[in-house]
């Protein structure tokens, strides 16, 4: 069964520096997300991408934050100076057109 | 602002049981919903759906039933088993793709 892959699966940065969280949606999908989760707390949507763009970002997702499509097959996420409040689960999902499918997450620690 | 809830945040059923979970949404204007389930470690896994002009579907031993008067949502699990033991999501989107999730509810499946 497809399935969304994320890489890697726990990532640890100091503070300040750059992340870039790696996905691999499904590969007849169209849309492609980021959540987050903080732990104990509810999931949250980052951004949602389609046809190589930005569709919608939340209110989390400031100048900091980026997504790029570099080939055929992944989606990244990049957090360009981390704080410690960017530590969280990071999901990927994708979908075709209905439910997204998500991915088993990247637990991003910033110390 | 616009949210989307759960009642309970743990239910502990015995197994063999049915399990309702309950989630109520504040926004009249969401046009589709979904249950999600998240096994520690893990990331969301689709349940099951329903679009806003049904009011019940089934699936594999998984009921939603959809109550738009008063923006209620529930999720029937028939014949609880030890691996229905997780964090339940319901999710509500409206005219686009960026879920908004609930909290979160705790099903505890005792042997």
């Known amino acids: 069964e497809p399935e969304v892959t994320q890489t890697p699966s726990h990532q640890v940065t100091q503070m300040g520096q750059e992340v870039i969280l790696r996905c691999v949606p499904i590969?007849?999908?169209?849309?492609f997300y980021w959540y987050r989760q903080i732990l104990g707390q509810k999931v949250e949507f980052l951004v949602s991408?389609?046809?190589?763009?930005?569709?919608?970002k939340s209110e989390i997702f400031d100048d900091q934050f980026s997504v790029e499509r570099p080939d055929g097959s992944n989606f990244t996420l990049k957090i360009r100076s981390t704080k410690l409040e960017d530590s969280a689960m990071y999901f990927c999902?994708?979908?075709?057109?209905?439910?997204?499918?998500f991915g088993q997450g990247t637990r991003l620690t910033v110390v | 602002g616009e949210s989307v809830g759960l009642h309970l945040p743990t239910l502990s059923v015995q197994e063999g049981d049915n399990s309702i979970i309950n989630c109520a949404y504040s926004?009249?204007?969401?046009?589709?919903f979904i249950w999600y389930k998240q096994e520690s470690g893990k990331g969301p896994q689709f349940i099951i759906d329903?679009?806003?002009?049904?009011d019940k579907r089934q699936g594999q031993r998984v009921t939603v039933l959809l109550n738009k008067t008063v923006k209620h949502l529930s999720l029937q699990i028939a014949a609880t088993q030890p691996g229905d033991s997780a964090v339940y999501f319901c999710?509500?989107?409206?005219?686009?793709?960026?879920?908004?999730f609930g909290k979160g509810n705790q099903v505890v499946v005792i042997p």
């Open positions: 999902a994708s979908s075709e057109a209905g439910e997204p499918f």
């Open positions: 999710a509500e989107t409206y005219g686009n793709n960026r879920l908004a």
């Open positions: 926004n009249s204007a969401s046009d589709y």
């Open positions: 991408f389609y046809n190589n763009e930005i569709s919608e």
């Open positions: 590969s007849n999908h169209l849309y």
């Open positions: 329903i679009r806003s002009n049904m």
